[in-house]
C-alpha cells in the first residue's frame, strides 16, 4: 500500500485570491475545515503523513488543526511562498512515497484515496497502451489531479484525451492543473526547477 504525504496549504482570509466567491455560500473558515475533514476521513485508513502549511492562520483556525495529528507550520506567507514551501517539505520525503499537495477547497470523497491506491497498485496495466499521441503513458512518471471536473464534459471544453479505467473510477490526461496534484517525491525531484518556476 503507497505511503501518502499530504501538505495542505491553506490560508482562512476572507477574499479568495481572484475575489471569486466561495462555494455553498461558505465563509472561508467553514469551507477550508470541511475540506480538510473530507480529506482526513479520506486517507485515515491509509499510512500517511499530514503537513498543514498555514499563511498567518488565525489562532482558531490554528487551534482547529492542532486537534488531528499533523504538523502544523503556521507562517507569514504568501501564495508563491507556501508552494516553495511545499516543494522544501516534499523534496525531504523518500523516493518512493507519494507527496499530494492539497490546496484548502477540495473536497474528496470517503473512497478517494481506495480509488487512488487501487489505481496506484495496478498502474502499469491500466496505463498500458498502444503506442499512440506521446508515446506509452506507462513509461513516464506519473502525476495525479484528483478532481473530475464538470465541464471537461462539455463539448465547448473537450479535448481529445487518453482515458483509463481502474476500479470503481476513471482518469483522464488532462494538460494543466492547479497545485492539487500528487507525484512520487523522484519525480518531483526530476521536474524540480519547473516546479519552483510555476509557484511565480
Known sequence: MPRFNIIFRT??????????????????????KTCFLSLYESVRNHPHRIVVIGDRLTPETEAFFRRFPVEVMNRELNNELSIRLSLDVALDC???????????????????????????????????????????????????????????????????????????????????????????TSSLRKYESVLRRSAV
Open 11 to 32: 490560508c482562512d482570509a476572507v477574499l479568495s485570491l481572484h475575489d471569486v466567491p466561495r462555494p455553498f455560500g461558505l465563509d472561508k473558515k467553514s469551507l477550508l
Open 94 to 184: 523518500p523516493d518512493l512515497e507519494w507527496v499530494y499537495f492539497c490546496e484548502d477547497d477540495y473536497l474528496h470523497r470517503p473512497e478517494t484515496f481506495n480509488f487512488i491506491s487501487g489505481f496506484l497498485a495496478d498502474r502499469r496495466n491500466i496505463l498500458a497502451t498502444e503506442q499512440g499521441k506521446g508515446g506509452d503513458p506507462a513509461g513516464r512518471p506519473l502525476f495525479i489531479h484528483p478532481p473530475d471536473y464538470p465541464d471537461r464534459y462539455l463539448a465547448r471544453y473537450r479535448r481529445p484525451s487518453w482515458l483509463f479505467v481502474s476500479p470503481g473510477c476513471h482518469w483522464r490526461e488532462v494538460d494543466s492543473v492547479t497545485f492539487t496534484f500528487m507525484a512520487e
